[in-house]
């Protein structure tokens, strides 16, 4: 689709930004498809990178623009802030950005169904150091060796999802414990029936969307789920009975934050946690929060930073 001259002028100016705030790469959010070929002669020598969820598109930008690095996230029903983050950890998962890299952000920040706004209508700086406070390539493959990538990115989205959303209309605190299930189990006890018990795997899959739509009921139970490497989950209601450990936790953080901690030191598991008080979604791995996402906005009622 061809860029109108609203959005051309504002990929265009974006040369001088990325000189001016010396940006190491831009990387465009859509909600429609570009005129990649206008785009990319507009920004000739800048590193270019984008965010797409359709498989034809990225199968398309591949083949006609291999210069344009494609970056796989979700669209669908999350906030700019969070496909920012996700675009972001897929880019220093693929080592095509350093921890410390300086990106200019071209989006559409005020969606409007009812009128006609421009494709992109935002441009923000954003520093990686600052944003994902300290997650580096290295990190991520390393959890990518306790817990699949795929399996750690639904339970994100959805512990992402309960943090912005709440559950009918009140705020909803969780817990989620994914991968080396078997030690996990040994230092936890049901709180109550297992919700999870007589179900088939494909009833009980993280990855897809329906599973995380019933799951995110069961997140106002007492207690712990726990899902395993592949992304299926195998109980809720836990309490977790962790052996000490050497781990620090922020102050202001309670019993949920503690004892994510304390399993992610203990085990192979990687936690990850849904504040009840702000939505803060944060991921444990070997007793440190190693990613911090922002809720962002409340329906009218959604880095890695050690905390």
Known sequence: MALSPTVAALVAGSNDLVTALKADAVLVLADTPLDWSEVRALLPRVALFTAVSSQAERTFLRDKHPGIRVLE?????????????????????????????????????FPDPDEDLPQLDTVHLVLLGQHLERLTARELRGLDTR??????????????????????????????????????????????????????EEERDVKDPAVREQIKDLARLEGAILINKDGIAIAGCMRLIVPDEDFTLSMGLGTRH???????????????????????????????????????????????SKQ
């Not at 994914?178 to 919700?195: L, Q, S, W, Y």
């Not at 849904?274 to 911090?292: A, E, I, K, M, T």
């Open 147 to 200: 817990v699949p990538l795929a399996t750690l990115r639904a339970v994100v989205e959805l512990a992402t999802e309960i943090g912005r959303e709440g559950r009918e209309a009140y705020p909803t605190g969780t817990l989620f414990v994914v991968g080396d299930t078997r030690n996990v189990m040994e230092m936890a006890r049901p709180m109550n029936f297992n919700p999870f018990r007589g179900y088939p």
């Open 258 to 304: 503690a004892a994510a901690a304390a399993v992610s030191k203990a085990s192979k598991a990687v936690a990850v946690t849904v504040s009840q008080s702000s939505g803060v979604v944060r991921l444990f791995h070997d007793g440190q929060v190693l990613l911090h996402i922002e809720p962002g906005l409340r329906p009218l009622a959604w880095a890695h």
């Open 73 to 109: 996230t979700t669209t669908g029903g999350i906030s700019i802030r969070e496909r920012l983050s996700m675009a972001l950890l897929e880019a220093i998962r693929h080592e095509w950005l350093s921890s410390g890299a300086r990106v200019l952000v071209l989006c559409r920040n």
